[in-house]
């Protein structure tokens, strides 16, 4: 053979090797396949970490969790659940045998149990009313769960343990259920909240033997709900090292939604009267006790009414009554934490720059050590009983929740799950780079930047720009499903994602920005980082786009209206007009305080910052969308910005989603929700934009 034909040959081979080596863009196809890791549960033996994967199933638009184990020394993970489609929250017996667990697999959900390797799998609880949220007692003996029950079955006068009536609740539910009649009367605020109405049941803390056996109590009877809601709050009740109470948050104040007031309560878990531990006028949570149960470690803020007032970690000598917040002298929010199994030290994490590090500090304070830090969010931290082993979830904006073993002697992380290689060898993803720019009044302002696949800095690409909600958020290194980065960029756009002013990460000051000035200084951020942006050899500046979501929303309504910087737009469950915002939003502490009052009390306030006053200066075709039972943001926000875009004729669209609340979740709409768009954002960023029809459209 020629020498010239076997290079030739050789060389065919190679590009066929490359062409097969190649990695996909991670579309949103690509991001259904990830198996969601969640909620690690270290064996008190310290030998196997429990823990959840959900998949999706997008032909019956749901998401299938099923329980696992995996050894902390390295081994394959094994599933131990496949009845039902919700198997969640797995939590260990103390002697390390069992795995109670919630399982939706017979009579709604219910409490279950099985041995360490999945066998034996028994039903603990039967009520009627569901049962969630599980806790086991260091002894053994009881279980804690929550279920919403009916308040009216139990004597008005009842104190913490009261016999729950197992059959007046299922009378009351077979008469709501049965009955014709959904008229709702209500004669105090907090009428609603996130996505659900309230009913006439509240969600209790129940107590039953762990086996099954003996009678039901409730430890929380009446007409409050325990715990508050939160969305991402740490464990909001945990039982005393000896087993004797239950430490819990509450809300006790009259005016809920007035209200960031929470506290932390004892009870004792025999029965008996509830007692309140801190009294603080702003928010407490997140109760951990020391392993020796001589300490009490929360989260607090000191500012009441302001749900984003810095996170600082509280440590409550319980023998003592003394309080102690020992990270003062840090100016970040503390995220979550745990104690070190002597008790002398409390490892936890902070929100720093877009990153989660963790940090350790003594006790009863002191010096602050960095234990581990790098572009990554670090989470779930827990220890073996030696404390020389710890197992955590890590994550960042290019690689979703995987678990991680890490030894004293060695700070280098070795990864206990495996679970998603396939999908990570399959498609590229792009690794988050950071960028800083000057705004006004000297304000450094951070961004995260993602590249599209097979990035060529000779090409000009597309900008959009992702505006977070908030606004007291932030992005960062982080995985995420809703506002995915990996999938925009895998459409060919520069994908920019900056945290103005409001973010968290950047001290408090930085946070408190945003306060009463919404439109102002947060928008001169973002103005400061298209700008920037613009000037970089690889960035398209007359091919600019934004969208955000919530505050990002906002954002996005408030740019209609003074800038026509960007060929299209993007606002989803986004603040439109302040005052009917006001009148029909749950959490009234969030405008009142961002805001200085109520808008009779601070009109102008109001007023100026409301994207509805500045409609005559709206320009840029818009995408509207949003959820039909999002109570935080209603939907006639949506319809309000909808309708003004078309009477200005303006390119618009509406796109409504009815079951879902204030985020896309299921499966079908998430997908319906990322092409329309990304088509609506192709449509004004391609080479030769199509010319668009003007006024009213038909759906």
Same mark, same amino acid.
């Given at each position: 053979?020629?020498?010239?034909?076997?290079?030739?040959?050789?060389?065919?081979?190679?590009?066929?090797?490359?062409? #097969?080596?190649?990695?996909?863009?991670?579309?949103?196809?690509?991001?259904?396949?990830?198996?969601?890791?969640?909620?690690?549960?270290?064996?008190?033996?310290?030998?196997?970490? #429990?823990?959840?994967?959900?998949?999706?199933?997008?032909?019956?638009?749901?998401?299938?969790?099923?329980?696992?184990?995996?050894?902390? $020394?390295?081994?394959?993970?094994?599933?131990?659940?496949?009845?039902?489609?919700? /198997?969640?929250?797995?939590?260990?017996?103390?002697?390390?045998?069992?795995?109670?667990?919630?399982?939706?697999?017979? /009579?709604?959900?219910?409490?279950?149990?099985? $041995?360490?390797?999945?066998?034996?799998?028994?039903?603990?609880?039967?009520?009627?009313?569901?049962?969630?949220?599980?806790?086991?007692?260091?002894?053994?003996?009881?279980?804690?769960?929550?279920?919403?029950?009916?308040?009216?079955?139990?004597?008005?006068?009842?104190?913490?343990?009261?016999?729950?009536?197992?059959?007046?609740?299922?009378?009351?539910?077979?008469?709501?259920?049965?009955?014709? +009649?959904?008229?709702?009367?209500?004669?105090?605020?907090?009428?609603?909240?996130?996505?659900?109405?309230?009913?006439?049941?509240?969600?209790?803390?129940?107590?039953?033997?762990?086996?099954?056996?003996?009678?039901?109590?409730?430890?929380?009877?009446?007409?409050?709900?325990?715990?508050?809601?939160?969305?991402?709050?740490?464990?909001?009740?945990? &039982?005393?090292?000896?087993?004797?109470?239950?430490?819990?948050?509450? /809300?006790?104040?009259?005016?809920?939604?007035?209200?960031?007031?929470?506290?932390?309560?004892?009870?004792?878990?025999?029965?008996?009267?509830?007692?309140?531990?801190?009294?603080?006028?702003?928010?407490?949570?997140?109760?951990? !006790?020391?392993?020796?149960?001589?300490?009490?470690?929360?989260?607090?803020?000191?500012?009441?009414?302001?749900?984003?007032?810095?996170?600082?970690?509280?440590?409550?000598?319980?023998?003592?009554?003394?309080?102690?917040?020992?990270?003062?002298?840090?100016?970040?929010?503390?995220?979550?934490?745990?104690?070190?199994?002597?008790?002398?030290?409390?490892?936890?994490?902070?929100?720093?720059?877009?990153?989660?590090?963790?940090?350790?500090?003594?006790?009863?304070?002191?010096?602050?050590?960095?234990?581990?830090?790098?572009?990554?969010?670090?989470?779930?931290?827990?220890?073996?009983?030696?404390?020389?082993? +710890?197992?955590?979830?890590?994550?960042?904006?290019?690689?979703?929740?995987?678990?991680?073993?890490?030894?004293?002697?060695?700070?280098?992380?070795?990864?206990?799950?495996?679970?998603?290689? $396939?999908?990570?060898?399959?498609?590229?993803?792009?690794?988050?780079?950071?960028?800083?720019?000057?705004?006004?009044?000297?304000?450094?302002?951070?961004?995260?930047?993602?590249?599209?696949?097979?990035?060529?800095?000779?090409?000009?690409?597309?900008?959009?720009?992702?505006?977070?909600?908030?606004?007291?958020?932030?992005?960062?290194?982080?995985?995420? !499903?809703?506002?995915?980065?990996?999938?925009?960029?895998?459409?060919?756009?520069?994908?920019? +994602?900056?945290?103005?002013?409001?973010?968290?990460?950047?001290?408090?000051?930085?946070?408190?920005?945003?306060?009463?000035?919404?439109?102002?200084?947060?928008?001169?951020?973002?103005?400061?980082?298209?700008?920037?942006?613009?000037?970089?050899?690889?960035?398209?500046?007359?091919? +600019?786009? #934004?969208?955000?979501?919530?505050?990002?929303? !906002?954002?996005?309504?408030?740019?209609?209206?003074?800038?026509?910087?960007?060929?299209?737009?993007?606002?989803?469950?986004?603040?439109?007009?302040?005052?009917?915002? &006001?009148?029909?939003?749950?959490?009234?502490?969030?405008?009142?305080?961002?805001?200085?009052? &109520?808008?009779?009390? $601070?009109?102008?306030?109001?007023?100026?910052?409301?994207?509805?006053?500045?409609?005559?200066?709206?320009?840029?075709?818009?995408?509207?969308?949003?959820?039909?039972?999002?109570?935080?943001?209603?939907?006639?926000?949506?319809?309000?910005? &909808?309708?003004?875009?078309?009477?200005?004729?303006?390119?618009?669209?509406?796109?409504?989603?009815?079951?879902?609340?204030?985020?896309?979740?299921?499966?079908?709409?998430?997908?319906?929700?990322?092409?329309?768009?990304?088509?609506?954002?192709?449509?004004?960023?391609?080479?030769?934009?199509?010319?668009?029809?003007?006024?009213?459209?038909?759906?």
């Amino acid at each position: 053979m020629p020498k010239y034909l076997l290079r030739a040959l050789l060389f065919a081979v190679v590009l066929v090797q490359g062409a #097969a080596l190649a990695k996909s863009p991670f579309t949103f196809d690509a991001m259904m396949q990830i198996t969601r890791i969640d909620e690690p549960q270290l064996s008190p033996d310290g030998k196997m970490v #429990a823990f959840t994967a959900a998949t999706v199933d997008m032909p019956n638009n749901t998401k299938l969790t099923q329980v696992y184990v995996v050894p902390v $020394n390295g081994g394959a993970p094994q599933k131990l659940t496949a009845e039902g489609g919700s /198997n969640t929250r797995p939590r260990w017996s103390p002697d390390s045998k069992r795995i109670f667990f919630v399982s939706d697999r017979k /009579n709604g959900k219910q409490i279950w149990s099985m $041995n360490a390797d999945g066998t034996d799998q028994k039903q603990v609880t039967t009520v009627a009313t569901e049962a969630d949220g599980e806790l086991v007692s260091p002894d053994g003996k009881l279980i804690v769960f929550t279920s919403s029950v009916y308040p009216s079955c139990a004597p008005a006068d009842s104190k913490p343990g009261v016999a729950f009536d197992a059959s007046c609740n299922q009378a009351k539910l077979n008469e709501e259920t049965a009955s014709k +009649m959904h008229a709702r009367e209500y004669t105090a605020l907090l009428y609603r909240h996130w996505t659900t109405y309230e009913g006439k049941r509240r969600q209790h803390f129940l107590v039953q033997p762990a086996d099954g056996s003996g009678n039901i109590r409730d430890l929380t009877p009446g007409e409050l709900d325990v715990p508050p809601f939160s969305l991402e709050a740490p464990e909001a009740y945990v &039982f005393s090292p000896d087993s004797s109470q239950l430490a819990y948050v509450a /809300n006790t104040d009259s005016n809920l939604a007035n209200s960031t007031n929470s506290d932390i309560f004892t009870v004792p878990v025999q029965g008996g009267d509830a007692k309140r531990i801190t009294t603080n006028p702003g928010a407490d949570e997140g109760p951990l !006790y020391s392993p020796d149960g001589r300490y009490l470690a929360y989260r607090t803020q000191v500012r009441a009414g302001y749900e984003s007032d810095q996170w600082r970690l509280a440590v409550l000598d319980l023998t003592s009554g003394k309080m102690n917040t020992i990270t003062d002298s840090l100016d970040r929010w503390v995220e979550s934490y745990t104690w070190s199994p002597d008790g002398k030290r409390i490892f936890f994490t902070i929100d720093d720059h877009g990153t989660n590090p963790l940090l350790m500090m003594p006790a009863e304070g002191g010096p602050i050590r960095t234990i581990a830090q790098g572009p990554t969010s670090i989470s779930n931290v827990q220890f073996v009983p030696d404390g020389k082993t +710890m197992i955590y979830a890590d994550q960042s904006g290019s690689h979703p929740v995987e678990l991680y073993r890490a030894m004293s002697t060695d700070h280098q992380g070795v990864a206990l799950t495996h679970l998603n290689d $396939n999908v990570l060898n399959t498609f590229q993803l792009t690794s988050l780079e950071t960028v800083s720019v000057d705004s006004s009044e000297g304000a450094k302002i951070e961004s995260f930047v993602v590249k599209p696949p097979d990035f060529n800095p000779a090409n000009k690409y597309p900008v959009l720009f992702l505006i977070h909600g908030g606004p007291e958020g932030d992005w960062g290194e982080s995985w995420t !499903y809703r506002w995915n980065s990996q999938v925009f960029a895998a459409a060919g756009y520069l994908v920019v +994602m900056p945290n103005p002013r409001g973010s968290i990460g950047y001290g408090q000051a930085f946070t408190d920005a945003v306060n009463g000035d919404w439109g102002g200084k947060p928008y001169d951020d973002i103005l400061a980082t298209v700008e920037y942006v613009s000037t970089m050899p690889y960035a398209d500046k007359d091919r +600019m786009v #934004a969208a955000g979501g919530s505050y990002g929303g !906002y954002m996005v309504d408030w740019i209609l209206g003074h800038t026509d910087r960007f060929r299209a737009l993007v606002a989803h469950a986004g603040v439109y007009d302040l005052r009917s915002e &006001f009148g029909t939003t749950e959490e009234l502490w969030f405008p009142k305080w961002e805001f200085g009052g &109520f808008p009779w009390e $601070n009109p102008e306030q109001y007023d100026k910052w409301s994207p509805s006053n500045y409609v005559k200066n709206f320009k840029t075709p818009t995408l509207v969308t949003h959820g039909e039972l999002d109570y935080r943001v209603p939907i006639g926000q949506a319809q309000q910005l &909808f309708t003004a875009l078309q009477e200005m004729e303006i390119p618009s669209k509406l796109v409504q989603f009815p079951d879902e609340g204030h985020w896309i979740l299921k499966p079908q709409n998430s997908q319906v929700w990322y092409s329309t768009v990304i088509e609506w954002l192709n449509r004004y960023t391609s080479p030769v934009a199509s010319p668009q029809p003007t006024g009213p459209t038909s759906h």
